[in-house]
């Protein structure tokens, strides 16, 4: 498991785009970060059959609640779900980062960069604060 402060795997992509397709290939980045993922806690945007069986596929425990039009919402476990909350934190962190909260960079190479840049001075200020 890794801490809140840590990204594994991130993509930019236009606002209007839809998320869920990311998720087979950013799960496949983060088993090559992380050899040894139990499960995937997303929220309902990233329901459907696509992306769950992308997560079996990899040998991960998909734990997406279903959307409230399923006739056989898949079962999700609470206390698996309540882990969501560590991504919510980071993006809470990553926001106080008033750039990278407004995307005032135009390309997607410049706001990429500044987000390395970002994710690096969470998690040095995270290591920082445990010493």
Known sequence: MTDEDTVVAFE?????RHDAPLLKPLLKAAVGRVPEIEEAVADK??????????????????????????KEPAEVYPEAYRERNRVERFFA???????????????????????????????????VNRA
């Open 93 to 127: 962190k990553m926001k106080q980062f008033r750039r990278a909260a407004t995307r005032y960079e135009k390309l997607k190479v410049t706001f990429s960069g500044f987000l390395n840049l970002v994710f690096g001075f969470i998690r040095l200020r995270a290591i």
């Open 12 to 16: 930019v992509v236009p606002g209007q």
């Open 45 to 70: 945007g990233f329901d459907g059959r696509p992306q769950r069986q992308a997560c079996f596929d990899l040998g991960v425990m998909p734990q997406i609640p279903g959307r409230s039009n399923q």
